[in-house]
């Protein structure tokens, strides 16, 4: 009996192994755990239950309340628990062990029922546990924003990281908080007209959908990554102000009124900028862009019904490694230019460029390309050896497909045909055509919507050649057929 009990003792010793561990390394392993997860690991033992309550991260989800903590709640005890008086009860229940508060989260929908002094409550208790992280969304509220005074966050001395949605502020009386925080984020905020700031520690900012916004004035030597996206709404252009971010490697600017000359005096001046990002800045009609280090370029042209012609010169661009054209008048042209200039050229994107009808693409470095509902396009000679995969697609099978001429035997080549309403002989003949371009790639993948468009009609295929007969490799090449109206996949494999 005594050998079966000191037996059973040092198996149960074996197994627990959180006994006797320090509590930042339990905290460790429970952050890899949801919320949920972590809230039941604290019913196991005593010492899970400890170190639940010293936990220095709250993450609240009113999604995840509704779909399963609140069934839990009243199926155990009985009681109707609404989503703040939780949040709010759990805060208590662990605030009083004075813990460093690492993270703390809060996401809710917007109701009757929410109340503003129960956020701003919650706010507070997560600020007077020296809240590190404070992500704070009140989702979907487009129209009604919850006040948030400064006083919330008056005792939150080491906060680092601040990220607020759906909240009105006024950031004049934000500013001494403001000063302690490295990330910030504001989305879908109404917000006071003038957004000035002064920071040595800010590296991040993002600033998307704030209505309100009439001039940015920001002056932090710091930054890394600035985003601007205007709110959709707004009237009034919004006057930008970013020229002292020496260190700035990230800018994304979207449906602001910025002019070529804002872009040419602002951008040689971040001359560590790595990644710029335009989308719909409607008043970019001739701009050059200098940055000798910028490594990835995205830009996206502003849509209307009569789209304005944009002239964009990157040839000082030497180092660019990415780059994606959406929607622009760019021509032939351009792109044989641009892209046989940049020679250090790995990834590039070509998405519903209207005017493009022959384009030949030369680059001995390029690895992927992407070209996306380019509906003019004839005919695209692609010179590039070290090719690995190419994406095609917007082509419907009734429509004239371009013809692609494709030098590597390396690529990995993804096609997808957008619906037809219906389908002729020249549908398949297209259809044969276009996929003989591929016979010597490594992989196809062709994806329809329905699988009308790959059963070839039984009298043609008594005649026709099929469009594959090329197929010379060394080891496997594969065809994948991927069919979505059916959710079905054929491999066929050749040797």
């Known amino acids: 009996m005594e050998m079966e009990k000191s037996r059973k003792e040092l198996t149960m010793a074996a197994?627990?192994?959180?006994?006797d561990m320090p509590d930042p390394i339990v905290h460790h392993i429970m952050s890899f755990l949801p919320t949920k997860s972590a809230t039941r690991v604290s019913a196991l033992s005593k010492r899970f239950n400890s170190a639940w309550l010293s936990y220095p991260v709250f993450d609240f989800d009113e999604a995840l309340y509704d779909r399963e903590v609140f069934p839990y709640i009243y199926r155990t005890s009985g009681k109707e628990l609404k989503f703040l008086d939780f949040v709010l009860a759990s805060l208590k229940k662990h605030c009083p062990s004075n813990i460093y508060m690492q993270r703390f989260i809060l996401r809710a929908w917007p109701c009757e029922l929410i109340s503003e002094d129960q956020i701003q409550n919650s706010i507070c208790l997560a600020a007077d546990c020296n809240v590190k992280e404070l992500i704070v969304k009140i989702q979907g509220s487009q129209e009604?924003?919850?006040?948030?005074p400064r006083t919330t966050l008056q005792n939150a001395k080491s906060l680092s990281v601040l990220k607020l949605s759906g909240f009105s502020l006024e950031l004049e009386d934000w500013i001494p908080c403001l000063n302690l925080v490295e990330d910030l984020s504001l989305k879908s905020c109404s917000v006071s007209a003038n957004f000035m700031l002064s920071s040595a520690k800010l590296t991040n900012l993002n600033l998307r959908y704030c209505r309100g916004l009439e001039k940015i004035e920001i002056d932090a030597l710091n930054l890394q990554s600035f985003s601007y996206i205007q709110y959709l709404e707004e009237q009034h252009p919004c006057e930008i102000n970013i020229s002292h971010f020496k260190n700035l490697k990230s800018l994304t600017i979207e449906g602001s009124a910025i002019s070529d000359d804002w872009l040419e005096y602002h951008v040689p001046k971040f001359v560590l900028l790595r990644n710029l990002k335009l989308v719909a800045c409607r008043n970019l009609q001739k701009f050059e862009i200098v940055a000798l280090n910028l490594q990835s370029f995205s830009y996206t042209a502003y849509c209307h019904k009569e789209q304005h012609p944009c002239e964009i010169n990157l040839s000082h661009c030497k180092n660019l490694k990415s780059l994606t054209i959406e929607k622009p008048n760019i021509t032939d042209d351009w792109v044989e230019y641009h892209v046989s200039k940049l020679v250090l050229l790995r990834n590039l994107k070509l998405c519903a460029?209207?005017?493009?009808?022959?384009?030949?693409?030369?680059?001995?470095?390029?690895?992927?390309?992407?070209?996306?509902?380019?509906?003019k396009l004839l005919k695209a000679k692609i010179e590039a050896p070290n090719l690995i995969s190419f994406d095609?697609?917007?082509?419907a099978l009734n429509s004239c497909c371009p013809k692609i001429i494709l030098s590597s035997t390396l690529a990995h080549v993804q096609v997808s045909f957008v619906a037809a309403r219906s389908l002729t002989t020249n549908s398949f003949l297209n259809l044969r055509d276009f996929l003989s371009c591929f016979g010597h790639c490594k992989m196809l993948s062709l994806s329809f919507v329905s699988d009308k468009g790959l059963i070839f009609p039984e009298e043609m295929r008594k005649y026709l050649v099929r469009p594959l007969?090329?197929?010379r490799h060394e080891g496997w090449v594969m065809v994948i057929i991927k069919l979505d109206g059916v959710g079905g996949r054929l491999a066929l494999a050749c040797t």
Do not use: A, P, V, W
């Not at 197994?15 to 006994?19: E, P, Q, Y």
């Not at 384009?359 to 070209?371: A, D, G, H, P, T």
């Open 15 to 19: 197994f627990d192994r959180f006994s």
């Open 144 to 148: 009604n924003y919850y006040r948030l």
């Open 353 to 375: 460029c209207r005017n493009l009808q022959k384009i030949k693409i030369n680059n001995q470095q390029l690895k992927s390309f992407e070209l996306f509902g380019c509906e």
């Open 392 to 395: 095609c697609s917007g082509y």
């Open 469 to 471: 007969l090329d197929l």
